[in-house]
């Protein structure tokens, strides 16, 4: 399917498989869902979506420093490290099948303009460069926005209280090249100004990198869900909120334009964020668009898990696995998630 050629049927019957197709021609009692379901290796044979270790990436937030292993309050068994630590970390992550990580840094100061998230310096090159270095094989996306480095808290340039869009642009394809520069696999911005796409893979191709993939955030929701990673990533906005730049939680036919534009601007997959709460967004995008779609199974929904589980409210294991399938079924080809560790370690023993 043409881009842009995204069809409006499909926001309203998403299963367009003919009733007849569907069914059997057969009734009760010929016909038995249940003998199928009676036996593992009968429900293993029919299963409809996998879900692999391959599917998922690991978000890991590094700061400056050594030795650091600081705990997240609201992400249990979710750290803070130095590139030291961090080392340490993706042994056991990699061993555990891992295909890649998206990194997520702590500057040392924050400014107005952002600047550590373009320096050449900066704590995501760096770590980009240490961890390249030692896990060349470990794919290695980064997280391109200024929220995390500006003093403000927005992810823009900030002028009498507008966060402005194009402005910003440069200082985001300057972040994104700093990364690429370093060594960084694919570059994922995630700050949902307008045109972003467009002018990172300018600057990227302009520098020669044509050949290095951008996953955007095309669908960014403004959400509560981000509440835990904010606390992680001291990004808390200073004044007002994300709203006149992230999407509207109420809209669906408006999450299909962002993602034709960032498909138009060069986009090589596209991203849905949060993910449970959205996952007829996930299924609309797949269906109208047929394009590699990532989901970010965010903050919140691992707080949430985490939560419930650390009460002994729910099973840990196998709710993880069911949301993680949910997501890959609902269109996602691969899913960032925190649960990425534990889940390739029960995903192996199943
Ligand atoms: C930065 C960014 C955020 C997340 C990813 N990149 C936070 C935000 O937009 O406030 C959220 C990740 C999560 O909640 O796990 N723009
Ligand atoms: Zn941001």
């Known amino acids: 399917m043409e881009v842009g ?39 293993q044979l029919i299963r409809e979506t996998r879900l692999k270790v391959t599917d998922l990436i690991y978000p890991v937030f590094v700061c400056h420093g050594k030795g650091i292993r600081e705990p997240i309050q609201a992400m249990p068994g979710i750290y803070h490290f130095s590139i030291d630590t961090l080392q340490e970390e993706l042994k056991i992550v990699q061993a555990a099948g891992i295909p890649g990580i998206i990194i997520f840094g702590l500057p040392k100061i924050k400014d107005e303009r952002g600047s550590e998230a373009y320096a050449p310096d900066g704590i995501v090159s760096r770590a980009v460069r240490a961890v390249k270095d030692k896990f060349p094989g470990l794919l290695v996306i980064t997280d391109v926005c200024l929220c995390a480095y500006t003093s403000h808290g927005h992810c823009g340039i900030v002028a009498e209280g507008e966060i402005l869009n194009d402005p910003t642009l440069e200082l985001l394809a300057k972040t994104a090249l700093s990364h690429v520069k370093a060594g960084a696999d694919m570059v994922a911005p995630s700050d949902m100004m307008d045109g972003r796409v467009k002018t990172i893979r300018t600057q990227l191709d302009h520098a020669g990198f044509d050949q290095v993939p951008i996953l955007a955030y095309a669908v960014k929701y403004t959400s509560a869900y981000y509440g835990p990673f904010r606390e992680a990533a001291a990004s808390t906005p200073q004044f007002g909120d994300r709203q006149s730049y992230q999407m509207d939680p109420a809209n669906a036919i408006e999450a299909l334009r962002e993602v034709h534009l960032d498909l138009q601007e060069g986009a090589d997959v596209v991203m849905v964020k949060p993910a449970l709460a959205y996952l007829d967004i996930i299924r609309l995008v797949k269906d109208n668009f047929n394009y590699p779609v990532a989901a970010f ?54």
């Open 5 to 43: 050629s995204w069809n409006q049927k499909a926001l309203t019957s998403n299963l367009q498989i003919p009733f007849e197709r569907l069914v059997s021609n057969m009734y009760f009692p010929v016909f038995r869902p249940r003998r199928l379901r009676a036996k593992n290796s009968f429900r």
């Open 297 to 350: 199974n965010v903050s919140g929904e691992y707080a949430m898990v985490k939560a419930a589980a650390q009460r002994g409210w729910v099973d840990e294991s196998r709710l993880i696995i069911e949301n993680l399938t949910a997501m890959r079924r609902a269109g996602a080809d691969f899913i960032l998630t925190y649960h990425a560790l534990e889940a390739a370690q029960w995903l192996s023993k199943a």
